[in-house]
């Protein structure tokens, strides 16, 4: 084995920065996440580039906002031969391989696909090993290492008659979320174990000359909330924070519409919520058990003194709070994800509240591979974590982190929230999530936060302003009409 470190970058689909133990969540059951945060730094303030899978993965892959790579919505093909810390990390040695949920591509609906026909597009990444799965939803029609092991365990048939049965009222949004039932398949197959058990066995059996870098792409905790009915079983529902019941008051901005049509909660009990997030921290959970099993493959193949691991995700989950469900807009639940640091060995566990976001997790990892460097915003937090929770720079991050989905983008800088329009720059909202924590308080008419406005547009967006890709950005709208 090279004398650089293996990388194991877990990413998840979906899961809420504040729904892990470690960060103080009080039903949540997350015992691994928890024991991999005992020897790490975890980042309680780390945000999404956007709050949406394709556009948000777009970014983890290249290190760009959705105004540079040009994806706003999950309704085009990423581009594969744009800039890719991946392929940057190959070419510094390293064996890259992928197994899980990439998201990167559209599927297609006719005729229905295998994954291992867009082998040349994850190749094209820079994986030189995907083991390309899908969502639980297109795998109710389209095929993958995962199906050919129901097939061969003779339980593609009960999966595909399970998710085709409440495909279309799942879409529609008729089918609650506290109403979607639990896998019928055996713990064992559902697609969070499959995903979590291969590569903990991925781990088990490398034997590759080369440093590994390994992404898991975790499917869920990604509605629909499928867990498994003896995940449901180890919680109460009445154990469960009613959380923030409150429907967004007005202004209300457009993104925030759009979810209301679409995603909307309005009258919901919270029993119903309650049933809700049982559903979903069940999924936590599941994947959190075979975080543990990579966890301990890492051991037991001597990895782990070389090795460094991260855990993070692409976006949050509103999982009823204002009212909400699924992500899209700029409130906390939706743009604040997990991230867990730990470097070979592992460390004194300790915590910070340093701004931080997913592209800088994404120069984290160049950093860690000694690779080229992507044109990114992105600031690598090797130093930071290696320096321990005493140095000087422990808790002090960027000055602001930046979000952009569906032609908006937010600015935040610790304190003040702020979303604009993408193009005009026209502020539609504003959160001073220092005295106003659930955000409920829209303060963008506020005349008297007139210069916190201008100050965050001035400050953080005008630096940006050239690096907008108008064309791209019209080609998406025209896609849309």
């Known amino acids: 084995m090279a004398d650089q470190p293996n990388i194991l970058y877990i990413f998840s689909d979906q899961h809420r920065g504040d729904a892990m133990g470690c960060v103080g969540h009080p039903v949540v059951k997350t015992p691994n996440l928890d024991r991999l945060a005992s020897e790490s730094v975890t980042y309680t303030q780390c945000y999404t580039n956007c709050p949406l899978c394709m556009p948000s993965r777009a970014s983890m892959m290249s290190g760009l906002y959705p105004r540079e790579h040009g994806l706003w919505a999950n309704d085009q093909d990423a581009d594969c031969e744009g800039p890719s810390h991946v392929r940057q990390v190959r070419d510094a040695g390293y064996h890259t391989a992928l197994i899980g949920k990439s998201h990167l591509y559209l599927h297609g609906g006719v005729p229905a696909s295998h994954s291992r026909d867009r082998v040349d597009v994850l190749n094209a990444w820079g994986f030189d090993d995907p083991h390309e799965l899908h969502g639980p939803i297109a795998s109710g029609r389209h095929s993958s290492p995962y199906t050919d092991y129901l097939e061969e365990m003779g339980l593609l048939g009960t999966h595909r008659k399970f998710i085709n049965d409440f495909r279309i009222p799942w879409q529609s949004g008729t089918l609650k979320p506290w109403e979607e039932p639990p896998c019928p398949l055996p713990t064992e197959a559902h697609l969070d174990s499959y995903t979590g058990r291969t590569a903990a066995n991925w781990i088990r059996d490398y034997k590759g000359d080369k440093p590994f870098y390994l992404q898991v792409l975790c499917p869920g905790p990604h509605d629909p909330f499928d867990s498994p009915q003896e995940y449901r079983d180890l919680y109460d529902p009445g154990d469960m924070p009613a959380g ?24 919901m009990t919270v029993e ?13 959970t599941l994947i959190d058990h075979y975080i543990g099993e990579m966890l301990d493959a890492l051991e037991e193949s001597g990895l782990a003194d070389n090795t460094w691991v991260i855990y993070n995700s692409d976006h949050g989950e509103m999982l009823g709070d204002h009212m909400l469900y699924n992500k899209i807009v700029f409130y906390d639940a939706s743009v604040r994800v997990p991230l867990i640091v730990r470097p070979p060995g592992g460390t004194r566990g300790w915590q910070t509240g340093a701004l931080t976001d997913v592209i800088d997790v994404v120069a984290s990892v160049v950093d860690i591979a000694d690779a ?12 930071q974590v290696q320096a321990g929770a005493d140095a000087e720079g422990a808790q002090r991050g960027k000055d602001a982190v930046i979000s952009e989905v569906l032609g908006h983008t937010m600015v935040f800088d610790g304190r003040y929230k702020l979303g604009v329009e993408s193009v005009s720059e ?5 959160y001073d999530v220092e005295a106003d924590p659930d955000e409920l308080n829209n303060l963008v008419e506020d005349a008297e936060l007139e210069s916190v406005r201008q100050d965050l ?7 940006l302003r050239e690096r ?14």
């Open 468 to 481: 907008f890709d108008h064309d791209k950005y019209q080609r998406w709208v025209n896609l849309r009409r």
């Open 272 to 284: 119903q919520k309650q049933i809700m997030m049982v559903n979903y921290f069940a999924k936590i």
């Open 372 to 383: 080229e460097p992507l044109q990114t915003d992105g600031q690598s937090l090797v130093s």
């Open 457 to 463: 547009i001035e400050t953080h967006l005008d630096p």
């Open 244 to 267: 923030i019941m409150d429907a967004p008051d007005e202004p209300v901005p457009l993104n925030v519409r759009r979810m209301q049509r679409s995603k909307n909660l309005s009258g």
């Open 426 to 430: 026209r502020p539609v909202e504003l």
